[in-house]
């Protein structure tokens, strides 16, 4: 049974950052509150009882106020220097948005990830996916990656590619998953049996990732920044 419907939804870093500005506002309110009654208290109660009451009020309503902006100042520091993978600026020394993430540097830091495995320039399809110290979320990236240097190396690496057969197709079809993908793993699959049964495809496989490049990196983006948290 289904009940994807029923799982809370972690809020997004800009809705984070909203609900911080809301609660630092909450708290600015009650200090300037605070320092009204204060001072009204000190200017135009004459009876001490009630003078010394608006006091400790006042005072009560002015920590309180304080507390809640410095538990929100301390949290917007340590959401800050949590780095993440894709939205880390090491100028900035800080997460830039979701919002300003953009293909090309998901694109760079994902084939920066995926270099580290590669051994003499070949793919690497079997340490990439099959290593357990890599975290499962960055590997529909990879694949997604790989078919677009696919499309802009050309066709050794299309050859290579469609070469490692039923093993690369398992992996693919495990890790696009996505109904948007479905379509994409039956066309791989139809070109590694044309490969297989000595039809060489690999020109018409190059042309036809050339073709799908803008839609394979339009859904890393939306897989990355769906996902952002877990990088």
Do not use: W
């Not at 018409?204 to 859904?219: G, S």
């Amino acid at each position: 049974m289904n009940t994807n419907g029923n799982k809370p939804r972690n809020p997004s870093p800009e809705e984070l950052s909203d609900l911080n500005d809301r609660i630092a506002r909450f708290g600015a309110i009650l200090v300037a509150i605070a320092v009204v009654l204060f001072c009204f208290a000190f200017a135009k109660v004459e009876a001490s009882t009630l003078r010394i009451v608006l006091f400790l009020f006042s005072g009560l309503l002015a920590a309180f106020g304080i507390f809640i902006l410095v538990v929100v100042a301390v949290g917007s520091k340590m959401e800050k220097s949590k780095t993440n993978y894709f939205l880390y600026d090491k100028k900035t020394k800080q997460n830039i948005l979701p919002s300003e993430l953009t293909i090309g540097c998901v694109r760079e830091r994902i084939a920066r990830y995926m270099a580290a495995f590669k051994h003499r320039g070949r793919l690497y399809i079997g340490e990439l996916f099959e290593l357990p110290m890599i975290p499962e979320t960055f590997k529909p990236l990879f694949c997604y990656e790989l078919l677009c240097q696919i499309a802009e190396d050309g066709n050794e690496k299309a050859e290579i590619f469609l070469s490692y057969g039923n093993e690369c197709l398992a992996i693919f079809s495990k890790y696009l998953t996505h109904p948007e993908d479905y379509e994409l793993v039956c066309e791989i699959r139809n070109y590694m049996l044309k490969f297989a049964g000595e039809n060489k495809t690999k020109f018409e496989f190059v042309q036809y990732l050339t073709e799908q490049k803008q839609i394979l990196e339009e859904r890393m983006l939306s897989y990355t920044i769906r996902n952002i948290d877990k990088f």
